[in-house]
């Protein structure tokens, strides 16, 4: 009797990993992509809460419910079963790539020799952030620039935090907090207020969203003084505004400019001195006259430093170079 020739293997059809950011936590602010990439897997991991988030899409897939402290493993699980043949979605609240499952799952895929040609291919979902959320829900607090800073010291050590918070809030942006406290993390957010409070007016608004789009929304507006006794956690993210934030019927808001160049109680007419479509006149060129005027004036660079706020051998350079004519440029944006 001879053994028959093996039957070849079926070549394993490659697999895939997608990360998937989910929103908020509604249902309608998920969006289609990321509701078809999670009926599309074979295979959902995540964190408990986000799996129970999107419970209603799971029947008859596996489950890999991970704890937050386990991400590395996630992520490991997720090429495990991207190599055999199997579609995973990694789900991460909000967006996957802010401070969350996208940069681990890279870095973890590099580790196991993972490159863009390999067969297990990776797609990256996007989706609302908290900060997109939680901004909806207060007004109009991110028209101007802005920027998040987490507070976790889990994987940051705190002069780096440190020093961002100090950063922005002398720059004066708009801050969206992630992580900003926790049952054993909470001192943290206390700093951060003491570090803003250097730069900051004590009356700056501060609103505090917890569960944006979540059944237990909350949403609360203080100040900057008085930001630390609220009542924050881990669902919650904290929005300071700028200088020239202001809150009105309840709504913050940060002005985009157009006071600057518009007189709105005017009907929106030019001010003395601007131009529709063109820069300010405080715009950089405008600037770089006044600065070589000061400059022809006898003002030194210190003092120029100074009177602008900008480092001094950024002034100097800037002197040296020659003003050229008023460039033509059009952005009147929406
Ligand atoms: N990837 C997520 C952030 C994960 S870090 C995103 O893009 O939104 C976790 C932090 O996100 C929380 O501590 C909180 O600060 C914020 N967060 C996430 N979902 C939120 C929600 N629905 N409402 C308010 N804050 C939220």
């Known amino acids: ?19 998937v950011g989910i929103g908020p936590g509604s249902e309608a602010h998920m969006t289609a992509r990321a509701r078809q990439a999670i009926e599309e897997a074979d295979t959902v991991i995540g964190y408990v809460t986000y799996i129970k988030l999107v419970a209603d899409l799971l029947e008859g897939k596996e489950i890999i419910r991970k704890s937050m402290t386990e991400e590395l493993d996630r992520a490991v699980s997720a090429l495990d ?11 991460s609240s909000g967006d996957a790539g802010v401070y969350g499952m996208a940069g681990p799952t890279y870095e973890v895929l590099f580790q196991a020799g993972w490159t863009p040609d390999d067969p297990v291919q990776v797609e990256i979902i996007p989706g609302a952030s908290a ?8 007004g109009a607090p991110l028209t101007h620039d802005f920027c998040a800073i987490s507070l976790s010291d889990l994987l940051t050590p705190w002069p780096t935090i440190a020093r961002r918070l100090d950063a922005v809030a002398m720059a004066d942006f708009v801050v969206a907090l992630y992580n900003p406290k926790s049952g054993r993390r909470t001192r943290q ?13 004590p009356d700056t608004p501060v609103a505090i969203v917890k569960s944006a789009y979540r059944r237990r929304e909350q949403i609360l507006f203080t100040t900057l003084d008085q930001m630390a006794e609220a009542d924050i956690g881990m669902l919650s993210t904290v929005l300071i505004g700028n200088s020239n934030t202001f809150v ?17 109680e005017q009907g929106g007419e030019t001010r003395d001195g601007e131009k529709r479509g063109r820069s300010l006149s405080t ?3 405008g600037w770089l006259d006044t600065l070589q005027a000061e400059h022809a004036e006898g003002l030194d660079i210190d003092t ?13 350079s800037t002197l040296l170079e020659p003003v050229t004519a008023t460039a033509v440029e059009s952005e009147e944006n929406a």
């Open 1 to 19: 009797m001879t053994t028959p020739p093996p039957i070849p293997e079926a070549a394993p059809t490659a697999g895939k990993i997608m990360l």
């Open 81 to 91: 079963a991207a190599r055999q043949g199997k579609k995973v979605a990694l789900i």
């Open 131 to 138: 900060l997109n959320s939680c901004a909806a829900r207060v």
């Open 189 to 201: 957010i206390v700093e951060a207020q003491r570090l803003f409070l250097r730069h900051r007016r």
């Open 248 to 264: 009105r019927h309840g709504l913050m808001v940060t002005p985009r400019g157009y006071a600057n160049k518009y007189d709105l």
């Open 283 to 285: 715009g950089l060129l």
């Open 304 to 316: 120029l430093a100074a009177r602008h706020r900008l480092p001094a051998d950024y002034i100097r």
